[in-house]
Every structure is written in C-alpha cells, then in structure tokens.
C-alpha cells in the first residue's frame, strides 16, 4: 500500500515537475537567443558604421542580459563613435562592475580621464592592465602619453622605445618617440626616427607631415618641402594636402606656385566650402579682391546654411570698403539667426564705417540688454561717442569696457585716445603704462635670435664680402623683432586671451612667452632690466639644461646688442656647454669671430653647425664668403653649389655663384642662369641687378649689363661696385662721358680696381 502509494506520488511529482523544467529552460533559451540576436545585429551595425542603430541594439541586449559584458563593451564603443562620451563612460563602467579588470573598459575609462585632464586615475587604470599584461600595446602607448602630459620624458621615452619590439604600429612608436627627443633636445634622433617612421609606414601621410614640420620648425626648407611634395604625391586626391602645400608657399612668399596649390585644392574638392574659403583668403590678402570674392560667393552657395561661411563673406566685404554687399549679407544673417552675435558685431562695425553713429549707438544698447559685458559692443558704443564728439561718454563707455574685460587692448588705446583729446594727462600715462606692462607679459611676438632663418634674411642683402659679412654681424640681432606684429596689434586684440596674465609665473618653461618679454625690452634699450630677467629666469630653469641654454644664448644676444664681445662670448659659451646640439650659439659665436677679423674661427665655428646637421644652407653661403675673401675661389664654388644643392631658392647663394663665375669670367652661360633665377625670385633687389648686370657685361652684352645696372644704381647710388660695373659697361658700349661719371664716383671709395680705373679714365682724357 504504501509503497503503491510512493509510486503515484513519484510518478506524479514527475509530471509536475517535467513541464516545469521544460518551461524554465526554454525560458533561458529564449532570453539567451534574444541577448545574442541583439548582439549580432549590433555588431552587424557597427561594421556598416550605422552606430546608431548599433547603440540601440546593444543597449536591447543588456536590458534582457545586464551581466552581458560584450553587451556594455559594444555599447560604449557606439556611444564613443556618437561622440556620446557620457554614454560610453557609462556603459563602460558597467563592464567593469561586471568584470573589474575588463582592459578595454579600463583603457577607455583613462583616456576618458585624459580628455578631463585627470591623469592620476587615468594613470591607475592604465597600470592595472598592465599588471595583468605587461605587453598590452595600447596601455603602453596611453602610459607613455600619460608620462609626457606630466613631464616624465624620460619615462615617456623609455615606454615608446619598450613599445618598438611589441607593437605592429612602430611607426606611431617612432613618432612619439621622436616628439619626446625633439623636446629633450636631441633633434638628431628625433629626426632619424622619423625617417624610419615614414619608411616603416610609406603610405600613412602623419609620418610624412611629422617629418615635414620637423623640417621646416628647423629651418630646413628643401627637405621640408620635399617631404611635403612625396606626402602629396602618396595622397595626390587629399585636398588637405594641397592646401598645407599652397600655405607653405605662401610662407615662402612663391606666390604663383600657392595659387596653384590652392586652385588644385578647389579642383580636388568642388563640393567642399573649405578650399573656396582658404582661396578666397588667399587672393585677398594679395590683393585680388574680385577674386576673392568670387570664392567667398562660391563657398556660401555651397554651404547656405552654414552661418559662419556667410559671417566670412560679410567680413570680407566690410574689410574691402563694399558696404551694400555687407549689409544685404548681414541682414540675411540676422534674420535667420537675430541672436547671432558675430553678425551682430558685425552690423554694428557696418554701421560706425557708413558714419551712422546714432543707429550705432542705439543698436549696442539695444543688443546690450542681453549681454550687459560684451566688451566688444562696449568698445563700439564708445568709438560711435567719440566720433560724435561726445568724448565724456566716449570715456564712461569704454572705461567700463576696460573693467569688463582688462585683457582688451583695443578697448585701452581707444580709451587713451579719449584721455589725449580731453588733455587728461595722469590718466593717459597711468593706462599708458599699464599696457607696456601687460604687452611685455602677453604679447607672444615671433622672436627668433641667431638662427638660421634670421642668417638667411640678412644674407638676402649684398652679403658677397668680408665688409659686408662685418656689417652683417654686428647688427643687432634684435633686429627681427616683428614690430609688423606689434604695429598691426589693433586688429587682434580681441583675440588676446586674459589668461595669457602672469603665464611666465605659472609656466616658467614657456620661453617663447619669455624671449617675446626680452625683445620687447631690447626694443626699448633696457638692456639692464632685460638681463636681470635672465638671470632669475635662469635660477628657476637651472634643472633643465636645454632651456637655460635657450636663456644664455639671449642673454649672449643681449650682450652682443651692446657690443659687450667677452660677455657675449662666455653667455654663448655657457649657452653650448649645456646643449651641445643647440645651434643657435653657434651662429653667436661666428657673429663674434667675424666682427673681430678672426675669420678661421668663424669658419670652424660654421664647420660644426654642418658636423651637426649638415642641411642647411646658410652655413654654406657664409663659409662660401670667408673662402672668397680669402681668395679661395675653388673652395667658396663649392660652398655656394652645396648651398643651393640644399636650397636651389636660396637667392643670395645663386647670385654669389654666379657673380664668382663672372668674376673669373668662366661658365658664363650657368652664370647668366643662376643671375636670371636670382632675378626672378627677387625682382626688384639691386645686389642681383648688380650681379646680373655684371654678368651681361663679361658676355659683351653692354645694353643688357647697362639697363640691370642702372636699376641697381638708383638703389645704391653711393655703391663703389655698382658704380664701377656700370661704368664699364659704358666704357664697353663707347659712351665716354657716362662712363667717366660713374667710374669717377667709385674712385670715391677705396676699390680692387683702383688701378684699372685710373687707367681707363687716363685713356679717356
């Protein structure tokens, strides 16, 4: 009975329980297919870049899986390529909840740290998937970004060169490594690897543009733009290219080959309003205002909607006086966007330029009303009262535009012009000199002292002698302060930054901020305040070699200024003890041997520029002068070859070679071509009319050497040499009286050729 019973009971338990069972599983099943459904068709969407429908799809498969860590994953990838940080920080943060030392959840959480600037717990995760895998490449390369943010260059170094052996990208491990070399100062590494970056990597154009701007930071003009040219023709169809091209050129002032660059851009890219924008730029600031418009119309007609385009044409037009076009393109701005506010300044700007200062006035108050601090609105307001003559207004207005905004310099020069019209003397000298003070701090001037691209613009000048490399050398180098800059500062005030205030303080290894304050001093001759702040520049550097070595060799400038040589001497000195592949010094010291006569010196101080890096030009061109000064013609050939083999635009090296030539009266054919392309490339100096004037002579071309040599002359009238060239040119045509002119005023001054002189003027009576 009981054991009957005991059966049934089994066999009943069994029938309940079996569906049951039945039921929870193939409930599992079907959550588990759905789960992977889902996560197939995400990954289906990510592969086609459709990354919207990727998120959805993965964020449906982790709402029927939350444990699902391939589920979190595929979602903050999506998220990541939405540029939804938030959304990928998120769903990353999930994973990790799920599995703590998930290394693509780590790595993306840090770099999102990174993108915060919090680098101590980007840090900590990147090391805890190293602990795990030591070789992970991708927490290697963050690591080593993480050290250079902070910097550890040494340790970024030592991670990029761990990286070499280990990762497939060694062109990205060369690049960074070579970042992290260029600014420890050893250039000559940084260089090296980038060449091997670009062979490892012969398709991929940022090797090729690393190396390139690598050339041209170093003053390397022929291999800069060689690189640029291969890097163009890996990727002839990339716009981008051609325009970075068209702006060297530009740089370089070869306007006709810019052009071209930028018109190719156009070709390549018809559809894209950027080209148009960089041409339309272009053509205007080399005057072509009919063609630039032309591009900024083009642009617009491409990009309708896109306000800022339009805002460029509008500036454009009130930049070129055409005021009925700024006006229509303004109000068609304003009408669609009313709270735009560059457009709004606009209006103003068009406003004050038609002379409508009441409209003016009443449009800054009217706009005003919603942005009480615009300074710029402020400033506007109060160059309008001035111009009615309200000058007390005019004063109120800007001063509070002063107070809204200290960083706006425009709105302090209008403000002192306000000052000097009402005779308010204390107030104009008390703002007067607040500007200096903020200039010397913020203005972050071009300065470039002793190196290659200041030898090169004062080699552009006559420099074919031992004379005219003295005169050369003991110019000041605080020459190449770019007072254009400075001059031309009204039109960028606005774009000063009020956090450039006591950025030296803060940031003691931002020497360009440094070298802009002691130029601006040397513009002013106070040599004494200018060194003082180079000696307390140099306690705070006096861990870090390479930028005190940057502090001497101003201070050597500075010294050299004043025509204190022994100072100057030891600061270049000290300069070159601490960074030995520092070229800048190098180029002091020979300024020093050439102003004392002790050419030998300057010749070894320029044979180790060239032991360093034997690509320059310019120390070429310079060794080629002292060799010809010293009769040594065979050796300052090969000088000038080698300097136009590094620069075949170097103007002042072809026109020495080719004025060498003449001078010995050989290869008179490659000299009349190397004098032609001097020409070309600079019209309108009278060194190169000399020289090709001189060249035309030694052929017997005597009204071709007459007519170069004539434009020379009414440059440099008082030129013993282009007087004496052009002289003989009329001796050799048979004009008398012309030649006894101009030889008889370069026997003024002493010349080589005194004694052929006197001679011809006897045997002309």
Not at 153 to 158: D, S, T
Not at 547 to 559: D, E, P, Q
Not at 662 to 685: H, S
């Amino acid at each position: 009975m009981i054991s009957w019973y005991k059966q049934v009971n089994s066999r009943l338990l069994l029938v309940l329980v079996v569906p049951l069972m039945v039921i929870i599983v193939s409930g599992c099943g079907s959550d588990g297919s759905r789960s992977r459904a889902h996560l197939d068709n995400g990954r289906e969407f990510f592969e086609k870049e459709d990354y919207h429908q990727a998120a959805v799809s993965y964020r449906r498969a982790a709402a029927v899986d939350p444990g699902s860590v391939e589920a979190w994953t595929g979602l903050g990838r999506a998220c990541v390529r939405l540029g939804d940080i938030k959304g990928a920080n998120e769903a990353y943060q999930r994973a990790i909840a799920i599995v703590p030392d998930h290394a693509e959840a780590l790595l993306n959480l840090a770099r999102f740290d990174m993108l915060a600037g919090n680098t101590a717990p980007a840090e900590e995760r990147t090391r805890r998937v190293l602990r795990s895998a030591p070789e992970n490449t991708e927490a290697l390369f963050l690591l080593a970004d993480i050290y250079n943010r902070t910097g550890r260059f040494p340790q970024a170094g030592e991670t990029y060169e761990q990286l070499l052996p280990l990762t497939a990208d060694r062109a990205r491990a060369l690049m960074g490594l070579a970042r992290i070399q260029a600014r420890t100062g050893d250039p000559l590494s940084a260089l090296m690897n980038l060449e091997e970056a670009v062979s490892s990597a012969p398709d991929a154009m940022e090797p090729r543009l690393l190396l390139f701007n690598y050339y041209y930071g170093q003053g390397d003009f022929p291999n800069a733009e060689k690189v640029l040219a291969q890097a163009v023709e890996a990727h002839p169809e990339t716009p981008a290219l051609r325009i970075l091209l068209g702006k060297y050129y530009f740089n370089r002032q070869r306007m006709a080959e810019a052009e071209a660059a930028f018109l190719e851009a156009v070709r390549l890219a018809p559809d894209q309003a950027g080209a148009y924008l960089v041409a339309g730029k272009f053509y205007s600031a080399v005057s072509k205002p009919e063609t630039a418009v032309e591009m900024f119309r083009k642009a617009g007609r491409l990009n309708p909607q896109d306000v800022e385009v339009t805002t460029m044409l509008a500036e454009f037009y009130l930049d070129n006086k055409l005021i009925d076009d700024a006006r229509r393109t303004i109000d068609g701005i304003l009408e669609k966007h009313p709270a735009y506010f560059p457009a709004r300044l606009l209006k103003v700007r068009s406003l004050l330029m038609a002379q409508h200062y009441d409209q003016a006035v009443a449009l800054c108050d009217e706009y005003l009303k919603g942005n009480p601090a615009a300074d710029q609105l402020l400033v506007s307001k109060g160059v309008a009262h001035a111009a009615k003559g309200d000058l007390a207004a005019a004063e109120r207005v800007l001063a509070e535009a002063v107070a809204v905004a200290p960083a706006n310099i425009n709105a302090k020069f209008r403000l002192l012009d306000v000052y000097l019209k009402q005779d308010k003397v204390e107030q104009a000298q008390k703002l007067n000199q607040d500007m200096i003070s903020f200039l010397h701090e913020n203005f972050d001037v071009t300065v470039i002292l002793g190196d290659t691209k200041l030898d090169r613009e004062k080699a552009q000048k006559g420099l074919d002698s031992l004379d005219s490399l003295s005169r050369f050398a003991s110019a000041s180098p605080f020459d190449r302060l770019n007072t254009e800059q400075a001059n031309n500062l009204k039109a960028e005030y606005d774009r000063l930054m009020s956090e450039f205030n006591r950025i030296l303080e803060n940031n003691p290894d931002r020497l360009n901020v440094f070298e802009s304050i002691i130029l601006l001093h040397a513009a002013r001759k106070e040599y004494d305040v200018a060194q003082a702040k180079c000696d307390r520049q140099l306690e705070r550097l006096k861990d870090k070699p390479l930028l005190a070595a940057r502090v001497y060799n101003i201070k050597g400038g500075l010294h050299l200024a004043r025509n204190s040589i022994d100072q100057a001497r030891e600061a270049f000195d000290r300069a070159i003890s601490l960074a030995p592949d520092f070229q800048k010094p190098y180029y002091g010291l020979a300024r020093l041997y050439i102003i004392n006569k002790d050419i030998d010196s300057a010749v070894r101080q320029y044979q180790s520029l060239l032991n360093r890096d034997p690509r320059q030009p310019v120390p070429y061109l310079l060794l080629g002068v002292m060799h010809k000064t010293k009769n040594d013609y065979p050796a300052a050939e090969g000088y000038y070859r080698k300097a136009l083999e590094m620069d075949p635009h170097f103007v002042q090296a072809a026109n020495n070679l080719a004025y060498l030539l003449a001078e010995q009266g050989r290869q008179l054919e490659e000299a009349v071509t190397l004098a032609l392309r001097a020409r070309e490339l600079k019209p309108d100096d009278p060194y190169v009319l000399d020289t090709l004037g001189w060249v035309y002579y030694r052929q017997g071309k005597y009204d071709d050497a007459i007519r170069e040599l004539r434009l020379s002359a009414e440059q440099l009238p008082d030129s013993a040499d282009v007087n004496y060239h052009l002289g003989m040119a009329y001796y050799g045509k048979g004009d008398a009286v012309s030649a006894r002119q101009y030889l008889e005023k370069a026997m003024q001054s002493a010349h080589p050729a005194a004694v052929e002189i006197r001679r011809i003027l006897s045997e002309l009576g």
